[in-house]
Structure formats: structure tokens, C-alpha cells
T-cell receptor, first 110, second 112 residues
């Protein structure tokens, strides 16, 4: 299975942009890049996903490198409610299975 | 409202007892998944099912069993063979085409 690598933790100040990186050097051509976030004692919540092009939605933006071996989740203005663990995972048609790594714990300072 | 429901939310059992966790979805999703999460750790896949009457082992299937008799339901049994069953269990479902996962609120199992 394709795996992802993320920093264990990151800090941000409130109302500043946050860039959360993810490396996925073994990604295959049909793998989608998905991002989820998890608050304590809750199930993960879908944030965004993409294949090749950059994507925007109301929660975040996803920037995908041209070679697709890395991506960055961008929160444009961090709020205290964005403090969570963010997971970058790959989804491929062949296995239809998503494997989660350890994720990045984002701390937001007021 | 459409969604995915797990029950019970909290469960206490004695060592050696089998436990079944319920997961029901009304999203008409084909695929369903069970994950285990230990404190401070990420999610590990136990079992998944892409279609009714079919399921596959994930990374940590030993000591667990599942069934998929209906599209809406994917119960997980934690058997006495699971050596360290105390954990937070998460069920999820997705459309096969998009892969976007919808999670339940989780079941926290404590074995005394």
C-alpha cells in the first residue's frame, strides 16, 4: 500500500495561514490524495481531496506538486476550532482502502 | 438525516468475553470499514467490505470478526482471542467511486 509521511506536530497563530505538508513518494497514477481531520474523541472528518490539480473548498485548499509526490493542505486563516490531528491518506481504485498514518497534530495559539 | 451510527458509545466488558459493536449507515454506500485507534495514535484498519457478503482483512484483523449480510450494516465482534481489546473503534463508509469516508462517532471499549 502507498504510504504517506507527515510531521508529528505543527503550531500556528490564530488568524494566520497554515501549510500542512504531506509526502507520498510511492503514489500511483490512480491514487487520490485525501485529507481528514480529527478532534479528540470524535471520528475523523473529511476535509478535501484531489488527484492532480489544486482544489479549493469552503474548509481548505489542497496544493498538489507537479510530480504528485507531495501535497500541502492550506488553511487560509487558522481558528482555535482548527486545532486537530490532520491526516493525509491515499485512496486507490484497486484496493478501495484507505490507510491512515499518524497524522499531524495542529496546535493553534490565540 | 443520512449518516452512520455506531453503538454503543461506551462499553465495558470482562476479560474473555466476546463483544459485538454495531455500525449502521443509511447513505447507500457500498463500502464499509472498521478502524481501531489507541491513545495518541493514528487509525489502523481492522476489516473492510466493498460489497454485501464480502469482506477483507485489514492490517490488524487477528482477534476480530465481521459480517456483511446487509448493505446498511457491518457489525464487528471483538473476540476473546484479541489480546489487547481496549481501544476506540471507528466505523466508516464510502462510495466506491469517490473514496470519501464518512465516520461514525466511535465506540470506546474498555476491558476490565
Amino acid at each position: 500500500d502507498a504510504k504517506t509521511t507527515q510531521p508529528n506536530s505543527m503550531e500556528s497563530n490564530e488568524e494566520e495561514p497554515v501549510h500542512l505538508p504531506c509526502n507520498h513518494s510511492t503514489i500511483s497514477g490512480t491514487d487520490y490524495i485525501h485529507w481528514y481531520r480529527q478532534l479528540p474523541s470524535q471520528g475523523p472528518e473529511y476535509v478535501i481531496h484531489g488527484l492532480t490539480s489544486n482544489v479549493n473548498n469552503r474548509m481548505a485548499s489542497l496544493a498538489i506538486a507537479e510530480d504528485r509526490k507531495s501535497s500541502t493542505l492550506i488553511l487560509h486563516r487558522a481558528t482555535l476550532r482548527d486545532a486537530a490531528v490532520y491526516y493525509c491518506i491515499l485512496w486507490g481504485n484497486a484496493g478501495n482502502m484507505l490507510t491512515f498514518g499518524g497524522g499531524t497534530r495542529l496546535m493553534v495559539k490565540p | 438525516d443520512g449518516g452512520i451510527t455506531q453503538s454503543p458509545k461506551y462499553l465495558f466488558r470482562k476479560e474473555g468475553q466476546n463483544v459485538t459493536l454495531s455500525c449502521e449507515q443509511n447513505l447507500n454506500h457500498d463500502a464499509m470499514y472498521w478502524y481501531r485507534q489507541d491513545p495518541g495514535q493514528g487509525l489502523r484498519l481492522i476489516y473492510y467490505s466493498q460489497i454485501v457478503n464480502d469482506f477483507q482483512k485489514g492490517d490488524i484483523a487477528e482477534g476480530y470478526s465481521v459480517s456483511r449480510e446487509k448493505k446498511e450494516s457491518f457489525p464487528l465482534t471483538v473476540t476473546s482471542a484479541q489480546k489487547n481489546p481496549t481501544a476506540f473503534y471507528l466505523c466508516a463508509s464510502s462510495m466506491r467511486q469517490t473514496g470519501e469516508l464518512f465516520f461514525g462517532e466511535g465506540s470506546r471499549l474498555t476491558v476490565l
